[in-house]
C-alpha cells in the first residue's frame, strides 16, 4: 500500500492563497513621495488633513445671492439685483451680501456671506457692470457643500489598496505630498523544461517559445514586485538544483513547469525529495498540478507549464497573496451553457456580450490566445454546471 502524502493535496484556490500569504514574509515600507508611489500598496491608512470642499463653493458660474430675493422672478418679470462685487476661486468676495444685492460668482469660488443660492449665468441679462435681470429663482442646490466629498479627519483612503492615479490625486486632495507604502516583494523567476525556447530563435519539432516567463515578469511587475529573472532551466536534477540555489534573497520563488505528474517533473520530486511541500494540488481547471513548499527556507510557488495553466493560477492564487488584495467577482447572465466537473472549480474562459458572458470557443489550458481574446473568468463550482440564462460569477481579465 502506497503511504499516504506528508502534505495537503487537492486544496481549495482560498486554501492555496492562505497558505503562500502564510509563508510569505511581512513586507517592509517605504516612505516616498506621490510621484514615485504609483502601483504600490498603501501601508497606512490615510485621514484628511483638511476638508473638500474647504468652503460651500459655487457649482457653476452666475450669480450668489439670497434666495427670497429671487422667488417672484419670471423670463416675463425678471428680478433685479445689484452686483456689489465677484467671488472667484482663491479670491473669495470679503464682505457681506444684503437684500437685494449679489455678488458674481466662478465656478469652485466660495459662497459669499449673506448667500444661500446660486442662478447661472445663462438665466441672467446684464444691465450694465453692477445690475442683472434674474429670469427665474436661484437655486440652493447649485452649491458644493463643505466637506461634502470629505471633512478634516475622516480616514478615506485605507491601509491595502493599490494606488492607482486616481487614488494619487485622492491623497494629494487629502493634504499628503507623501505617503508610506509596502516595500515591494523581490521574487526570482525560473522557467523550466527541454522543449522551451527563448522567443526568436529558430524551433525544432515538438519545442515552444518561453511565454510564460514574459507573461508571469509581467504580471509581477504589474503587482509592483522587484523581479529577479533567473532564465530557464533544462529538466534535470542539477539545473534546477543550481536555479534553486540562485534564488537566494528573494521573498520568493515562482517556477513554472516540472510540477505535474510526468516521469521528467523535476521540479516536484525536488521539493518533495529535499525540500519540503505545503500543498500539491488545487482543485481548479485549468491550473491544478500548483505546489507551493520550501527549499533552504525560500517559498517557492511551482506553477504548471501550460500557458493558461500558469497566468490563471497566478491571477487567483498568487496575485492575491502578493498584493492582500483579494479576488472580487461580479455576476453577470451566461449566454451559453458552461459545464463543470465533479471535484474542481472550473475557470471558464468567456466572452462579454452585451450584458451577456459566452464561452470561449477553445477552452484547453494550451490555447494561450483564449486568455487574450477572453474578457472574463467564468467560476463554475465543484460538480455543477451554468445553464444559458442563469446568473454566474465571473472575474474580469
Avoid at 439670497?66 to 467671488?87: F, H, I, K, M, N
Avoid at 514586485?225 to 533544462?234: F, Q, T
Avoid at 516521469?263 to 505545503?278: A, H, K, N, P, S
Amino acid at each position: 500500500m502506497t503511504a499516504a502524502p506528508a502534505f495537503p493535496m487537492f486544496v481549495s484556490v482560498s486554501e492555496a492563497t492562505a497558505h503562500l500569504s502564510a509563508l510569505l514574509p511581512e513586507p517592509g515600507v517605504d516612505r516616498v513621495p506621490l510621484s514615485g508611489a504609483l502601483g504600490r500598496t498603501l501601508a497606512e491608512a490615510l485621514a484628511a488633513r483638511v476638508s473638500h470642499p474647504s468652503a460651500t463653493e459655487s457649482a457653476l458660474d452666475g450669480i450668489a445671492c439670497r434666495e427670497a430675493d429671487t422667488l417672484a422672478a419670471t423670463a416675463d418679470q425678471p428680478v433685479p439685483l445689484r452686483v456689489v462685487g465677484e467671488s472667484r476661486a482663491g479670491q473669495p468676495f470679503a464682505g457681506k451680501v444684503g437684500e437685494g444685492e449679489c455678488v458674481r460668482i466662478y465656478t469652485g469660488a466660495p459662497l459669499p456671506l449673506g448667500t444661500d443660492a446660486i442662478c447661472p449665468v445663462e438665466q441672467l441679462t446684464d444691465q450694465g457692470p453692477d445690475l442683472v435681470l434674474l429670469r427665474r429663482p436661484a437655486r440652493p442646490g447649485d452649491v458644493r457643500p463643505e466637506g461634502q466629498d470629505f471633512h478634516a479627519g475622516d480616514v478615506v483612503l485605507t491601509e491595502g489598496v493599490p494606488l492607482t492615479p486616481a487614488r494619487l490625486a485622492l491623497a494629494a486632495a487629502l493634504g499628503h505630498a507623501e505617503v508610506t507604502v509596502r516595500r515591494p516583494y523581490r521574487v526570482a523567476l525560473l522557467s523550466t523544461g527541454d522543449e522551451v525556447v527563448a522567443p526568436g530563435q529558430p524551433l525544432r519539432p515538438g519545442q515552444v517559445y518561453d511565454s510564460n516567463r514574459v507573461g508571469l515578469s509581467a504580471l509581477l511587475r504589474e503587482c509592483g514586485c522587484e523581479v529577479l529573472d533567473l532564465g530557464h532551466a533544462l529538466d534535470s536534477v542539477d539545473a534546477l538544483h543550481a536555479a534553486l540555489d540562485a534564488a537566494g534573497g528573494a521573498d520568493l520563488l515562482l517556477t513554472s513547469g516540472g510540477v505535474s505528474m510526468g516521469r521528467y517533473d523535476f521540479m516536484r520530486d525536488l521539493l518533495i525529495e529535499r525540500g519540503t511541500v505545503t500543498f500539491w494540488k488545487v482543485r481548479m481547471r485549468p491550473g491544478g498540478p500548483a505546489l507551493l513548499g520550501r527549499w533552504a527556507g525560500l517559498p517557492v510557488f511551482g506553477l504548471p507549464g501550460n500557458p493558461v495553466s500558469s497566468l490563471v493560477v497566478f491571477g487567483l492564487i498568487v496575485r492575491p497573496a502578493l498584493t492582500g488584495q483579494p479576488l472580487r467577482p461580479v455576476r453577470l447572465r451566461a449566454g451559453t451553457e458552461f459545464r463543470g466537473v465533479p471535484d474542481k472549480t472550473v475557470y471558464a474562459r468567456g466572452v462579454l456580450r452585451g450584458a451577456e458572458v459566452h464561452a470561449y470557443r477553445q477552452q484547453s489550458s494550451g490555447v494561450l490566445r483564449s486568455l487574450s481574446e477572453s474578457d472574463v473568468l467564468v467560476i463554475v463550482p465543484e460538480g455543477q454546471e451554468v445553464p444559458a440564462g442563469a446568473d454566474v460569477d465571473v472575474l474580469l481579465l
